[in-house]
């Protein structure tokens, strides 16, 4: 479904990415791992057109898209749910949501899909009338994915959803990835929290200071005792 071919991403003189090569297939979730300012996020950029790779390539559905523009590549059908979240603090969460559906005119199509936003996260039903910036961490991270999913996307890419939530809501935020993965969509996740993306995920790749070092299924990562010791805290 989604291939980045030797993917080389730059900030300036920053060497982002330094070659990238991967695949993710259709229903599946895979995680990329590593450490802080490895790149995780700047792959996830690329891939949704926000920042574009200067070299290689990026497939989706056997298209380049590495050179389109952010909205074309949303309205083909890839959702990003960025790092911290960024809803929109002095918007509703109900004006957040229908933010998110800017590609669809269709009134009905748009109330349909808020209905299944609010179905997922019922608390967001519940404070849909409520300013963004006054949701707390767990309900803005449902709001995010919430407004991601207002697009229909058949892959989802996620950056950090458990970032700074407390333990029960990133099981609630995980649980719900199972599910939305279940319910069709493919998943690319990028997490700090190795431990539970391996537990998620059916195939993982570690990125350290832009280049991959290891990838396979998520069993065999979570088992090799190089990465228990750099990203499962050891054993
Ligand atoms: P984190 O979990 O800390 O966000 P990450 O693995 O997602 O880490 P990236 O955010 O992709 O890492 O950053 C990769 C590299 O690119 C880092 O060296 C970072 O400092 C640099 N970088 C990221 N964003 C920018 C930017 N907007 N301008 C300049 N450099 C950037």
Redo the contacts with the bound molecule.
Sequence with gaps: MLELKDVHTY??H?H?LQGISLKVNEGEIVTLI??????????LRTISGMVKARRGEVLYQGKPIQRLDAHKIVAMGIGHVP?GRRIFPRLTVEENLEIGAFLESDRKIVQERKEYAFQLFPRLYERRTQKGGTLSGGEQQMLAIGRALMQNPKLLLMD?PSMGLAPVLVDFIFETIQNLNKAGKTILL?E?NARIALQIAHRGYV?QT?RLTFSGPAAELAARPEIQEAYLGGH
Excluded: D, M, P, R
């Excluded at 590593?34 to 792959?43: C, L, M, R, Y």
């Design positions: 900030y300036g920053i982002a590593g450490a802080n300012g490895a790149g995780k996020s700047t792959t790092e950090e990028v700090q990125l832009g």
